[in-house]
């Protein structure tokens, strides 16, 4: 039996800081996040490089336990973004004759190249999900990319528009959300962040997408909805573009950002009974918060969603930070739950 969740859990949003012995943080710093693989970044030759994920994986979610987080992530050690390490396991896409798409921040990317029906071939995720679950005995979070954002980070050579490439993305990541949950998942979560990126397309039909993916799905499921990495995007907008939408999404749980934003926590009040994971740490600096300031920012949700249904999380891109930072900011994050809950009781 895993221990039950206590009032204000805490977890990271999805990634975790790689070691410098596994990948090359200065070539990952300095590019966009990738789309298509891109194998130069790690320093590991082929043939060692599982295991040495494996090790590195294992790292961070003792790094985790130790901070005393209630949900545990694999890291996304192995992956070298969010959403290439799925994306390009799927059949369909042509990831050696890539095409190109303007990443959120309006730079062209080179991306996998739709060139036949979008199909999942296999589970890609479900092997990391076992082994998350063999290291630890906490209750365990995988993260997948969500189907929308996955067809606005592709060029579309085959299907006669965007929402039929979403579409099938969608029936792929809900064959893998049910596989994950089969194999022990406590927690899917999907990250859209080209939802806030590109609003009035994720009305059309990012939404369907969605909850297409969601379609018949049992177990707990996240949203995550980002302003992108604060290491590479460093300007905030006040509020989200697309948030209230979620209200009536059959997802159990949304993830925003809060912390390098100042958000304004008035958006909550939209998502009605949903539990909200929370960022409170912010990740465009090193530096690390003191205990108080962190649960000051949580403190400032209560006005608009009760403690039960909020999960203290980073904000998203934890990848970028050095490893004493990362675990430095878990330790405040958790020191700012311990406090709170002593706070209501």
Known sequence: MRPSLPPLPTSLVGSYAQPDWLIDRAKLAGRFPPRVRARELWRIPPEHLAQAQDDATELAIRAQERAGLDIVTDGEIRRESYSNHFATALDGVDVDHPGTALDRSGHPNPVPRIIG?????????????????????????????????????????????????????????????????????????????????????????????????????????????????????????????????????????????????GLDLGVLSDLKDKTVILGVIDLSTPDVEPVEVVAGRVRRAFERVPPERIVIATDCGMKYLPRASAEGKMRAMAGAARLLRAEIG
């Open 117 to 261: 029906p979008i199909r999942r071939r296999h589970p890609v995720e479900v092997d990391d999900l076992r082994f998350l679950r063999a290291n630890t005995d906490r209750p365990v979070k995988m993260t997948v990319p969500g189907p929308f954002t996955m067809s606005r980070q592709a060029q579309n050579d085959h299907y006669p528009d965007a929402e039929a490439a979403a579409m099938d993305y969608a029936a792929a990541v809900n064959a893998e959300i049910r596989d994950l949950f089969a194999a022990g998942a406590d927690i899917v979560q999907i990250d859209e962040p080209y939802m806030q990126a590109r609003p009035e397309e994720a009305r059309a039909y990012g939404l369907a997408a969605l909850n297409a993916a969601l379609d018949g799905v049992t177990g707990t499921t996240a949203v995550h909805i980002c302003f992108g990495y604060a290491a590479i995007i460093h300007d905030r907008p006040e509020g989200y573009s697309f948030l209230p939408e979620l209200a009536g999404c059959p997802v159990d749980q949304v993830s925003i950002e809060t912390a390098q934003s």
